[in-house]
């Protein structure tokens, strides 16, 4: 999935800002292709709740942002099992029962 940050600084003190997207939680460590842009494509490969956070620093004071992504088990198709297989031979008659 790709996620689309946005940093906007006021220029000081030197006009250069960094950006890193960190994982704060979920049941599986992600893959994040590139975790210093404001733009990233993120692996997460197990169902669960995400928590993902951008921050950006203009090397003086720092701020950051969370996204929380919930990753949905994929819809399998149900397991079948009908008993085992059974022989049968018809006609089927029950001895009669005597007097």
């Given amino acids: 999935m790709t996620l689309n940050g946005t940093a906007t600084d006021d220029g000081l003190p030197s006009g250069h800002l960094t950006v890193a997207w960190t994982q704060l939680s979920g049941s599986v460590r992600g893959r994040l292709l590139q975790s210093v ?34 990753v949905q088990a994929a819809n399998l198709a149900p397991v079948v099992v009908a008993g085992p297989d059974q022989a049968v031979t018809l006609p089927s008659v029950a001895p009669s029962a005597g007097p």
């Fill in 37 to 70: 842009s404001v733009t990233t494509t993120a692996t997460l490969s197990g169902a669960g709740l995400y928590v993902l956070r951008l921050t950006a620093s203009d090397g003086d004071v720092s701020s950051s942002a969370d996204v929380a992504i919930t």
